[in-house]
């Protein structure tokens, strides 16, 4: 019963890790891809209207 105990206190730690690991990234990929749709839409209100732009 101890070793399956501490088999899953390991396992729970390893996942918790990776889970860190993956999170991280991500985080910061949506936030790039958030302020860039940003920055695409305040540029396109800022942007004077052509007759190309309809």
Known sequence: MQILQSG???LSLLFEIS???IM???????GLAGGAMIGTE????QAPET???H
């Not at 991280?24 to 949506?30: E, K, M, Y």
């Not at 305040?42 to 209100?45: A, D, P, R, S």
């Open 51 to 53: 007759q190309f732009m």
């Open 24 to 30: 991280i990234p991500l985080a910061i990929i949506v």
């Open 8 to 10: 899953y206190r390991g």
């Open 19 to 21: 889970l860190d690991r």
């Open 42 to 45: 305040l540029f396109q209100l």
